[in-house]
């Protein structure tokens, strides 16, 4: 089964429009509740601020931003951080934004047209573009991009590639160019953990939704697995000595799933630090037990134990701090 055959039938209705679409209206823009898939939250002086996968028009991301990660509001004058065909690659199938920082300039890598894209800006809230209209890397489809910059200075692109199935990869980047290094390029690992295919939704194999941390000089990958209409989607990490691998998975996983924060479909977010230097984990739940679009945002506390043995942390997250994030 193809990547297309997995999202096309059931996307339509969120996000699979082009930036000449019909024009409908934001799922967001009706309820007070947050309605973002695959979020992102990025902290800057107290403020934090939210993007992530937003149906309806104009096609792109929109931001918000909070001071107590619970009530949120839309970032003026027009909230749209990037969009369609304003200097942007891509026409339909905006997905999975990240926000960085890096010197004075902020960047965002995202998923358009199934592929991954790197644009900049010079403000939080001004628009992202490209000075080249082109994907990262467009040998290939590819979706799902995290940047991540190890203490050496060197960048490495985490990312989705497709092989009768979503597999996670990895490869040094190039800022200067917006390119990865393709000898570099690397599948990380395959699925061979039972809660990484449930069965509760017929699919090919899918991993996803990366998200690197690096805590006392080991790496740590945190991704989703499961198709996202199932009700097994859910998060699960790896650790490892480099940030190219190899990785070896949490015995424990999954740490978020339906059974430990109550609601279905919990998955495919990023971690961030709060003011107070905890590790948050932003996510995306199912609409309701039978219905899963749009989806709904969340944020969880997550819980470190150093293993002594290991000299690793095992991660948790805490139920009981679940932010069900509203929109102003």
Known sequence: MTKIQL??????????????????KSAEASASEIFYADPTVFEENGTYFLTGTRGGEPQGFALLESTDLVNWRHVAPDSMILQCGDSTFGTKGFWAPQIIKEGSEYWLTYTADEQTSFAKADSINGRFTQDEIAPIDGSEKNIDSFLFKDDDGKWYLYHV????????????????????????????FRND???????AYESAPIMEGPTVVKLDGKYYLFYSANHFMSPDYAVGYAVADSPLGPWEKNSANPIIHRSIVGENGSGHGDIFKDREGKLRYVYHVHYSDSVVSPRRTRIVTLDLKK?????????????????????Q
Request: glycine share 10%; hydrophobic share 35%; aromatic share 10%.
């Open 7 to 24: 999202f096309c039938s059931v996307m339509s209705a969120v996000a699979l429009v082009g930036c000449s679409g019909s024009g409908q």
């Open 161 to 188: 590639r497709f092989d009768n199935g979503n597999f996670l990869w990895v490869a040094e980047f190039d800022p200067e160019t917006g390119h990865i290094v393709d000898s570099t390029l690397r599948n990380c």
């Open 193 to 199: 953990q039972p809660w990484e295919d449930t069965g």
């Open 307 to 327: 293993d002594s043995d290991k000299d690793i942390y095992s991660i948790k997250a805490d139920p009981g701090t679940i932010i069900k994030p509203l929109a």
